[in-house]
């Protein structure tokens, strides 16, 4: 039973890397499904059960994250960089970011720049922690 | 006070699995691998970096109860026990190829950062290992 457990949090954890990795593509349900051996209603279930939240959320806040980072480490214009994180609407972009992080995308950018750290742990600390829970 | 830290530690499911990882394919080389009656005492090295080592080290009884154990390697294939390795290279990009043409997971591809170039992976347990090509200024 533990042995089972681990397999799926493994195959799980490589679907959810492929989001960590392939934000920005269109990732639809049944791609990810593949990354982890299963079936999109199963996959669902299970990537809920081993990380708290569903695929599509976790998708969304690491777009969120990397909109967080581009905004305080670049000046490229907020349509773009929604473009650039995976979004094709700016409007379901300013909605989303405002829900989760509490401020507009251009009040955020005016917290200014961000220290240097590896990426990966910018990545993981700075990420919204969840929807309307980032104050 | 201190001189430099010489060992450290990651929780691995497998160690037969974990020696063919990171030698076999990561590239790095065994430094001890004794059977000390108690437990299996499995580090390994940067070629030619003698001074630092990582412990390879597998949960379980006695030192820890299984349930124990068992919470541990569950959140080492979460991604969530925080083992996690820095290693640098003198070519990112190379050390990525090689790493992809030998079917390591690729998390994070090598893109630049302001301390350098790096790429991620994950070990076949789910531990987190950043491989960068550094800058000479360090990060701060």
């Given amino acids: 039973m533990a042995k089972a457990i681990e397999e799926s949090n493994r195959r799980m954890l490589r679907a959810r890397d492929a989001i960590d990795r392939d934000f920005a593509l269109e990732l639809d ?3 990810l499904a ?8 199963h996959f669902i279930r299970v990537f809920k059960a081993t990380f708290g939240e569903t695929p599509h959320r976790y998708l969304q806040r690491r777009r969120i994250e990397r909109a967080m980072y581009l905004l305080r480490t670049t000046d490229r214009s907020v349509t773009d960089i929604c473009m650039e994180v995976g979004f094709s609407s700016l409007g379901t972009f300013s909605r989303t970011f405002s829900t989760v992080v509490g401020t507009t995308p251009t009040q955020f950018r005016q917290l200014g720049a961000l220290p240097n750290a590896p990426s990966c742990f910018v990545k993981a600390w700075t990420r919204p922690s969840n929807f309307g829970e980032a104050r | 006070m201190y001189q430099t830290i010489t060992r450290s530690q990651l929780f691995v499911l497998d160690q037969d699995q974990a020696r063919d990882f990171y030698v076999d394919k990561l590239g790095l080389e065994v430094s001890a691998d004794l059977d000390l009656g108690f437990m299996r005492w499995l580090t390994v090295r940067v070629p030619g970096d ?25 959140l080492v294939t979460k991604g969530a026990m925080g083992g996690w390795l820095c290693i640098t290279t003198a070519d990112a990009f190379s050390t990525h190829q090689t790493l992809k043409s030998r079917g390591v997971d690729i998390t994070d591809e090598p893109s630049p950062k302001p301390y350098g170039i790096d790429f991620g992976i994950r070990d076949p347990f789910g531990n987190a290992i950043r491989i960068g090509q550094m800058f000479d200024t360090p990060p701060g």
């Fill in chain 1, 29 to 31: 349900l049944p791609t």
């Fill in chain 1, 34 to 41: 593949r990354v982890a051996h299963t079936s999109p209603a």
């Fill in chain 2, 50 to 74: 003698p001074g630092r080592e990582i412990l390879l080290e597998k949960p379980g009884p006695p030192a820890m109860d299984e349930a124990t154990a068992a919470q541990v390697r569950e």
